[in-house]
């Protein structure tokens, strides 16, 4: 059974950084491609990273590049997501998500205000 875990987040200010983690259980982690999505209440969950197994290949939101950097330990079966430069649109709930899979955890929530 999948599980995932997320951690890290918090209230900041704007320009703060935040490093979100994942701990995933219940499948081959090294074997597969790690997404983070967000959240804001009314609006459709939205893509923010993803990384391939080796993590040889990541992707970014464009709302994002520049600013966000997604990781991986595939020794602790966790998936990282380092966040700079945060933007109040940047405010909301954050899941890690197993590709090709419709299992979520309960996120972490990232609050960017003044």
């Known amino acids: 059974q999948v599980q995932l875990v997320e951690s890290g987040g918090g209230s900041v200010q704007p320009g703060g950084s935040l490093r979100l983690s994942c701990a995933a259980s219940g499948f081959t982690f090294r074997s597969t491609t790690m997404r983070w999505f967000r959240q804001v209440p009314g609006i459709e969950r939205e893509f923010v990273a993803s990384?391939?197994?080796?993590?040889?290949?990541?992707v970014y939101a464009d709302s994002v590049k520049g600013r966000f950097t997604i990781s991986r330990d595939n020794a602790k079966n966790t998936v990282y997501l380092q966040m700079s430069n945060l933007k109040p649109e940047d405010t909301g709930v954050y899941f890690c998500n197993k590709i090709f899979d419709d299992s979520w955890g309960r996120g972490t929530q990232v609050i960017v205000s003044s």
């Open positions: 990384i391939t197994p080796t993590g040889s290949h990541t």
